[in-house]
């Protein structure tokens, strides 16, 4: 699991310490995610099932692509496709995905690199392997989080970033045992490259076995943690947490991760996702690619995209393909 590292650790602006008084956010479930396929075919974990949704809120889905090795010709993507109300990220650990949309934004995503795409009043766009990769086969592995944009928010401008794998702050733990990738948010101060509308902190860590990674943590966000592999702990309590699993996390201002000191060889560190948001507290009306806040929404976002006010693809891409 390459994404973005370092060859030394230490040399890395250290994440304090919780103050003492902190209160630690203690585990109020852990599930497993069910595996399944998204688009023409590739396989997903589904991070969120299982969860209410109000203990979401603001993130709305978590899909968790690959880890999978293709063979020559076996790469899949998705097609075209609306989204109207909240935003997309894409994070790649291992493989390369190219984006097109119907605003002009677009790119090729590279292992450790983040697309976060503003679907706000409505876009198209398609994620598909490159013909490289589609020749070659090869190891694809990333995740696609949703967040939630509140009402005045839901008609915004279209807006896409891309975020380079340099451009990920790296951080070290207290100890020395973890390796943080800030995304977006704000960790101890540290301030994450991804601009979000919602206030969010969104990390990928990589924790060494036996290493303990305590975090200071917003007490007004929520906090999840899913392991993308490797064995752990979590929580005062030590909460088991393996591949595919998450842990939501209750009130406090203080979260805990310890990797095992015993990995297996084909997961020698323990990798997880954390991440937490401001709740929006508002009604959530979701139906396929569209997230509104009721059902008529919906319907007219359904008109809308069935009467192309949603976008078109663009003239280079049909030209091209």
């Known amino acids: 699991m390459p994404a973005v590292t370092v060859d030394n650790i230490l040399t890395l602006p250290r994440v304090s310490e919780p103050a003492p008084e902190a209160v630690e956010r203690h585990v109020q479930s852990v599930t497993t995610a069910p595996q399944g396929y998204e688009g023409e075919g590739f396989p997903v974990r589904r991070a969120f099932a299982g969860v209410r949704q109000e203990d979401l809120d603001p993130f709305i889905h978590l899909d968790q692509m690959g880890e999978v090795e293709y063979a020559p010709g076996e790469p899949k993507g998705t097609p075209w ?33 983040t697309q976060w795409m503003t679907a706000g009043a409505g876009i198209l766009h398609i994620e598909t392997p490159p013909e490289e990769l589609v020749m070659s086969g090869g190891l694809f592995h990333g995740f696609q989080l949703w967040v939630n944009l509140p009402v005045r928010d839901k008609f ?57 990674l305590h975090l200071p943590w917003r007490e007004d966000f929520n906090a999840l943690v899913y392991v993308l592999n490797g064995d752990g702990r979590v929580g005062p309590e030590r909460a088991r947490v393996g591949m595919g699993q998450l842990a939501l996390l209750g009130p406090g201002a203080a979260l805990t991760i310890e990797a095992e000191r015993e990995q297996e060889s084909r997961s020698p560190n323990l990798d997880v996702l954390v991440l937490g948001g401001l709740p929006i507290g508002e009604p959530v009306a979701w139906y396929g690619p569209f997230v509104m806040n009721n059902q008529q929404q919906l319907a007219q976002a359904m008109a809308d995209y069935r009467a192309g006010r949603l976008g078109a693809i663009p003239a280079e891409w049909v030209n091209s393909h």
């Open 156 to 212: 915004l401008p279209p807006r896409y970033q891309h975020l380079a794998g340099g451009d990920v702050v790296l951080l070290a733990s207290a100890d020395g045992g973890t390796l943080i990738r800030l995304i977006a948010g704000d960790l101890d101060g540290h301030e994450g490259p991804g601009s979000t509308h919602t206030p969010i902190t969104l990390l990928h860590a990589t924790v060494h076995p036996g290493a303990r």
């Open 81 to 113: 496709h609306p989204h109207r109300g909240f935003e997309t990220v894409t994070y790649m650990i291992d493989g390369t995905l190219q984006h097109y949309d119907s605003n002009g934004g677009g790119g090729l995503i590279s292992s450790g690199d």
